[in-house]
């Protein structure tokens, strides 16, 4: 399934990736394990308008209610720390 929105465009020229949508359970677990790889994760709420099935059915994500509960994981490597300018000559 395909959720695709601006928002999700903007992200991605931040450098963020998408990885999944998920709810709990799974999006604790999934979470968890991004971060201990050393990544940023961002959660996005699901826009169930911009759902479209790629196979299958999203009905079920038009329902507000259901929506609600899940999450688009994206992750990103840190930032480099800028160097620091008093260590740069030694």
């Known amino acids: 399934m395909t ?3 601006a928002r999700e465009a903007q992200l ?3 450098g963020w990736r998408r990885r999944f949508m998920a709810n709990q ?3 604790g677990e999934a ?7 050393g990544l940023q994760v961002r959660l996005e709420p699901v826009d169930p308008a911009a759902c479209q ?11 507000p209610e259901v929506a609600a509960q899940f999450k688009v994981i ?3 490597k840190p930032a480099s720390p800028a160097p620091d300018g008093d260590a740069a000559g030694l």
Request: hydrophobic share 35%.
């Open 25 to 27: 359970p799974r999006l």
């Open 3 to 5: 959720c695709s929105t």
């Open 53 to 63: 099935p790629e196979s299958g059915c999203a009905s079920c994500l038009r329902r």
């Open 12 to 14: 991605l020229a931040q």
């Open 31 to 37: 979470v968890a394990m991004y971060r201990r790889m």
């Open 74 to 76: 994206f992750t990103r």
